[in-house]
């Protein structure tokens, strides 16, 4: 096709496709644990995808009573069309996400593949956990109901606890003095802006390094 030539002519994306397609896999790793990987790409795709969908209805305002966050939610589960399956897919495959992740973590822990000259991106995976606990962190608190208010005050006083630092994690979290928009803001800001392009950035190296030293063989 033209447009592929005309792509190859100045990008190798021919090859780039070929090499991510028709790369061997070894026999070793038929086995049905080597796939909780892939299940965990599959499951951040899925949050990124649903994620946009939400952020076009969403409004992350704190303010009034009841507040717009959470009257966006509620127009996003009751009049936004197929909005509660959208809302669905991203809360259950977030907490699903988890699970896969500890799994998958375990799995390399326990073959092995952790060790040298993979210790990088064993390091790039546990950085990729806390970045997924704090993408759980941070969207818990945007519907704004209840739970989730108070959930996450009880989040930032244990965060408050910790020695030296506790004041001003605090403070940073909150984005004043109490809970309340401005935390709402700083929560959201992390959620769909900082947090997820972070995460792709890490996906990137975590995909660059596996190509690099292959898959491992268990121990």
């Given at each position: 096709?033209?447009?592929?030539?005309?792509?190859?002519?100045?990008?190798?994306?021919?090859?780039?496709?070929?090499?991510?397609?028709?790369?061997?896999?070894?026999?070793?790793?038929?086995?049905?644990?080597?796939?909780?990987?892939?299940?965990?790409?599959?499951?951040?795709?899925?949050?990124?995808?649903?994620?946009?969908?939400?952020?076009?209805?969403y409004?992350?305002?704190?303010?009034?009573?009841?507040?717009a966050?959470?009257?966006?939610?509620?127009?996003?589960?009751?009049?936004?069309?197929?909005?509660?399956?959208?809302?669905?897919?991203?809360?259950w495959?977030?907490?699903?996400?988890?699970?896969?992740?500890?799994?998958?973590?375990?799995?390399?822990?326990?073959?092995g593949s952790y060790?040298?000259?993979?210790e990088?991106?064993?390091?790039?995976?546990?950085t990729?956990?806390?970045?997924?606990?704090?993408?759980?962190?941070?969207?818990?608190?945007?519907?704004?109901?209840?739970k989730?208010?108070?959930?996450?005050?009880?989040?930032?006083?244990?965060?408050a606890?910790?020695?030296?630092?506790?004041?001003?994690?605090?403070?940073?979290?909150?984005?004043?003095?109490?809970?309340?928009?401005?935390t709402?803001?700083?929560?959201?800001?992390?959620h769909?802006?900082?947090l997820?392009?972070?995460?792709?950035?890490?996906?990137?190296?975590?995909?660059?390094?596996?190509?690099?030293?292959?898959?491992?063989e268990?121990?």
């Amino acid at each position: 096709m033209a447009v592929v030539d005309w792509l190859d002519d100045r990008f190798p994306f021919t090859k780039s496709v070929d090499e991510a397609l028709y790369q061997r896999v070894p026999n070793f790793a038929n086995a049905f644990y080597y796939c909780f990987g892939g299940m965990v790409f599959i499951l951040i795709v899925f949050q990124l995808l649903t994620g946009v969908f939400l952020s076009f209805y969403y409004v992350p305002d704190a303010a009034g009573n009841p507040a717009a966050a959470y009257t966006s939610v509620k127009s996003i589960m009751d009049q936004v069309y197929l909005g509660w399956l959208i809302r669905g897919v991203h809360f259950w495959s977030s907490s699903l996400l988890i699970i896969m992740v500890t799994l998958h973590m375990a799995r390399v822990f326990w073959t092995g593949s952790y060790r040298a000259p993979r210790e990088l991106n064993w390091m790039v995976g546990v950085t990729m956990l806390l970045v997924i606990l704090g993408l759980s962190l941070t969207g818990y608190l945007l519907p704004w109901d209840t739970k989730a208010y108070w959930a996450t005050s009880v989040t930032i006083k244990v965060g408050a606890g910790v020695p030296l630092l506790g004041t001003f994690i605090k403070e940073l979290a909150q984005g004043g003095p109490t809970l309340g928009p401005n935390t709402l803001q700083r929560f959201f800001t992390l959620h769909v802006f900082i947090l997820p392009g972070l995460i792709v950035l890490l996906m990137y190296i975590h995909f660059r390094l596996i190509r690099q030293h292959g898959i491992s063989e268990p121990l």
